[in-house]
């Protein structure tokens, strides 16, 4: 499904979604020279509406009804899509999201205040048996309520789990990196008796598949591969390129490097 789409990479550039010429930490530690910022797009509701016309038309043929996001960001898009697929069928095309689960540990009534202690055993990074216990103490207040996110899946709430049911669901999402989230919400369409017809993405910069998906079609906007150095082997940090501290990791990044020299010219001393 291939196109040419270069008026979205325009639009993303000009919205400064899409960062060039730039030197970037990532999440995950690397550095590279170009940062996708998705939520510089979602306030420009007419760049949204455009790029989610965009999304809809490859989709037009294939009986879609019902599109589904992952919240928070995807919340825009399922409504946009869905409205641009009912406009381009003349049929209602329903818009829904999924959500992180969460339940409620406690809480606390009117006046009343509650004092609690979570010991968090946490597995150490490098995935052996020792585990970090980590205490936690507060107190709610007065109708306020201890709540935990489980973020290994994401589910349909609010009812919408009966909207899916036994419909063509059509999944949407801005960013693709590891194609993680959207997995899980092409399991949560399944889960809820719906059938995936294919998924739709902004920016494919992970190199996800469809067959990795499992999922019939895969269409994404703009389909891009980004340099991803380790620390250490960037090429920008060596010729002293500053670092972006706006955006990503590079705040933490310069912190901590900072923080080393420090302890580095004690020790020194
Ligand atoms: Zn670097």
């Not at 270069?6 to 960062?19: D, F, P």
């Not at 693709?176 to 989230?181: I, V």
């Not at 060596?238 to 004690?266: N, S, Y």
Request: with cysteine.
């Amino acid at each position: 499904m291939a196109r040419k789409r270069s008026w979205i990479v325009a639009l993303l550039v000009e919205l400064g979604a899409w960062l060039k010429n730039i030197h970037v930490v990532f999440t995950n530690g690397g550095h590279g020279e170009e940062y996708v910022n998705k939520d510089a797009v979602y306030p420009y509701v007419l760049a949204v509406k455009r790029i989610c016309a965009e999304m809809a038309r490859a989709f037009k043929d294939d009986a879609v009804e019902v599109v589904a996001a992952p919240a928070v960001g995807g919340v825009a898009l399922e409504q946009w899509v869905a409205y641009a697929l009912s406009k381009m069928t003349g049929r209602q095309v329903l818009g829904v999201y999924v959500e992180k689960p969460r339940h409620s540990l406690c809480k606390a009534k009117k006046g009343e205040q509650i004092p609690y202690t979570l010991v968090l055993e946490i597995p150490s990074s490098n995935g052996n048996q020792t585990v970090k216990p980590v205490t936690v103490r507060g107190v709610l207040l007065p109708e306020q309520e201890l709540i935990i996110e489980d973020g290994s899946r994401v589910v349909f709430g609010r009812g919408y789990a009966d909207l899916v049911k036994g419909r063509r669901v059509l999944v949407a999402e801005d960013v693709l990196n590891t194609g993680g989230t959207v997995e899980k919400t092409v399991n949560a369409v399944e889960d809820a008796g719906g059938r995936v017809v294919g998924v739709t993405a902004v920016f494919n910069r992970g190199g996800v598949t469809a067959e990795k998906l499992g999922v019939p079609v895969l269409d994404a906007m703009v389909d891009v591969q980004m340099e991803n150095w380790p620390q250490g082997e960037c090429p920008l940090c060596a010729q002293d390129v500053p670092i972006h501290t706006g955006i990503g990791h590079g705040k933490q990044f310069l912190a901590q490097k900072e923080a080393a020299a420090k302890a580095a010219a004690r020790s020194a001393s």
